[in-house]
């Protein structure tokens, strides 16, 4: 399995994007939040984080392998959950991808079924039972990407993730939780345990 591929692309057009890896020439789909920002490396070497799948009608002897390229393994790993929910899979995965992963795990989080439903292809139906999959697991999403689609800081998710929890057990809400924890993030420091980042946060909020 292709797990990360790394070329120049050649071209970006709608959901496909052309990759020239030595002498060959690879097409990698893209989500549409990811071709916003490949466009601008057309003749710049990239690196993506892929997901292979095969494509076709097994019964009938035809399957194509294809390809779908993210920018950050981060973003890999939401696409493979979101696909995971019932009647959405890799295409339509793809096509509702339109915002970027941060987004998109805020408004699981928020139980926001309206905000899910207006991303192409998810109706009320289907925003529901994403809702229902995974509210529980979105959090780190929301809190390791950033909107330039990149990971925040050197922080491992295991502590982002732990403290987070402790933030909501010391009876901080989710929304609270998270600007505390990006304006700790501010400092690009990095953080050995979630004593330290507690540390940083507090003294922080207590300097503003």
Same mark, same amino acid.
């Given at each position: !399995?292709?797990?990360k591929?790394?070329?120049?692309?050649?071209?970006?057009?709608?959901d496909?994007?052309?990759?020239?890896?030595?002498?060959?020439?690879?097409?990698?789909?893209?989500p549409?939040?990811?071709?916003?920002?490949?466009?601008?490396?057309? #003749?710049?070497?990239?690196?993506?984080?892929?997901?292979?799948?095969?494509?076709?009608?097994? *019964?009938?002897?035809?399957?194509?392998?294809?390809l779908?390229?993210?920018?950050?393994?981060?973003?890999?790993?939401?696409?493979? *959950?979101?696909?995971?929910v019932?009647?959405?899979?890799?295409?339509k995965?793809?096509?509702? !991808?339109?915002?970027?992963?941060?987004?998109?795990?805020?408004?699981?989080? /928020?139980? %926001?079924?309206? #905000?899910?439903?207006?991303?192409?292809g998810?109706?009320?139906?289907?925003?529901?039972?994403?809702?229902a999959?995974l509210?529980?697991?979105?959090?780190?999403?929301?809190?390791?990407?950033?909107? %330039?689609?990149?990971?925040?800081? %050197?922080? /491992?998710?295991?502590?982002?993730?732990?403290?987070?929890?402790?933030?909501?057990?010391? #009876?901080?809400? %989710?929304?609270?939780?998270?600007?505390?924890?990006?304006?700790?993030?501010?400092?690009?420091?990095?953080?050995?345990?979630?004593?330290?980042?507690?540390?940083?946060?507090?003294?922080?909020?207590? #300097? /503003?």
């Amino acid at each position: !399995m292709i797990t990360k591929i790394t070329g120049v692309p050649v071209a970006v057009v709608s959901d496909t994007l052309t990759l020239a890896v030595g002498a060959f020439e690879y097409e990698v789909l893209i989500p549409e939040f990811a071709r916003r920002n490949l466009q601008d490396q057309v #003749g710049r070497e990239v690196s993506l984080h892929t997901v292979e799948y095969l494509e076709g009608n097994a *019964m009938q002897g035809r399957l194509i392998p294809r390809l779908v390229g993210f920018l950050n393994p981060v973003e890999r790993e939401f696409f493979e *959950m979101f696909c995971e929910v019932d009647g959405v899979g890799v295409k339509k995965a793809l096509r509702a !991808m339109v915002r970027p992963v941060q987004e998109v795990a805020a408004l699981i989080e /928020e139980q %926001d079924a309206k #905000g899910l439903a207006t991303l192409p292809g998810i109706g009320p139906a289907t925003a529901e039972r994403i809702i229902a999959k995974l509210r529980r697991r979105v959090p780190k999403f929301a809190l390791l990407v950033g909107r %330039d689609a990149r990971p925040v800081a %050197d922080v /491992e998710r295991d502590l982002l993730t732990e403290t987070f929890d402790i933030l909501r057990a010391l #009876g901080h809400s %989710d929304s609270e939780a998270h600007r505390l924890l990006d304006g700790a993030l501010e400092k690009k420091a990095k953080y050995k345990d979630v004593d330290s980042l507690l540390h940083a946060i507090y003294e922080k909020s207590h #300097g /503003e």
